[in-house]
């Protein structure tokens, strides 16, 4: 019925066009009534050129905005549909895109939070006591995995005909939940310790990533993940030159890697809990290079 509808309107806007001279005024009057309560044909908009997912309770979804505004989206001119939307991850969005960003965990909090140790306003001022009249009832506070097994496959299916993917941070923890995206991913988390100053290394300088990127420190979490795939495409890792270990895994743990997957590429880069760290020079050279050997580009 809609498409019949448009049609007539359409119809109907030609005759008002053409109409003859001759046409009395109630006619026209009566065509051009239709046509303005006809349901608009607006041209679909164009996408942008990558579609990003980030933002979880432990991670503010502004910064990350902010950080991958500028690093990726002015500093290279990529246009970036940013969005904070689980459900937003599938195959119909993600249809038209050339590259998907993700930085964010696999928890939901659908029953809230059991505490809010994670809001900055109120740790920043020293925890004052919460107290309400009537008193709000506490929450749950149990997490949620959002991802769906069509959510996984969506992205393995993305990245199999030729899209790419830039994986940030804690997204490993998604791999935990999906085998698809797990597969895609090469990994899944492992953990993190609170957080303290590392050393990021280049492990391997002929790599396109790390064309023209030196060591460097940061003061972020070192997260440390269960690795799935050839040692061969890891480029980058991170050391407490301290030596203080995690959970016995030791004081390095894998921090970039990248191979071709299917039609597609994927890169992986584990910093990212800070915008200062977003915006870490050698980091930004890391960020622009992984975008660049993903998209096929030559620097």
Excluded at 134 to 157: D, L, M, S
Excluded at 163 to 177: D, I, K, M, R
Excluded at 182 to 207: C, E, M, Q, W
Excluded at 246 to 254: M, R, S
């Amino acid at each position: 019925m809609l498409n019949a509808h448009r049609a007539l309107s359409f119809d109907a806007l030609l005759l008002i066009k053409f109409v003859p001279m001759t046409l009395t005024r109630r006619h026209a009057v009566t065509l051009a009534a239709a046509a303005a309560a006809a349901p608009s044909i607006a041209p679909s908009a164009q996408k942008a050129t990558a579609f990003a997912l980030i933002g979880d309770r432990y991670h503010n979804s502004d910064y990350i905005r902010t950080g991958l505004s500028r690093t990726i989206g002015k500093e290279m001119n990529i246009s970036i549909d940013f969005c904070d939307e689980t459900k937003n991850l599938n195959a119909k969005t993600l249809k038209g895109y050339k590259l998907l960003i993700v930085l964010r965990d696999g928890m939901i909090w659908p029953d809230g939070y059991p505490d809010e140790n994670t809001n900055a306003a109120w740790v920043a001022t020293n925890r004052p006591k919460l107290v309400f009249d009537p008193p709000t009832p506490k929450p749950i506070g149990k997490p949620a995995n959002w991802i769906k097994p069509e959510q996984g496959k969506a992205v393995r299916a993305f990245v199999e005909k030729g899209g790419s993917a830039l994986f940030l941070h804690n997204v490993t923890h998604v791999g935990l939940t999906d085998p698809d995206f797990r597969h895609v991913l090469g990994a899944a988390y492992a953990g993190h310790p609170p957080i303290r100053t590392f050393k990021v290394r280049v492990k391997d300088s002929n790599h396109p990533i790390t064309k023209g990127v030196k060591d460097f420190i940061v003061t972020d979490e070192q997260h440390y993940m269960d690795y799935d795939k050839d040692p061969k495409y890891i480029f980058l890792e991170t050391v407490n030159e301290d030596g203080l270990d995690y959970n016995k895994k030791g004081p390095t743990a894998p921090a970039g890697w990248s191979y071709d997957y299917g039609k597609g590429r994927i890169a992986y880069l584990s910093p990212g809990h800070l915008l200062t760290v977003l915006w870490n020079p050698e980091y930004i050279k890391l960020q622009h290079n992984a975008v660049r050997w993903l998209m096929r580009q030559t620097s």
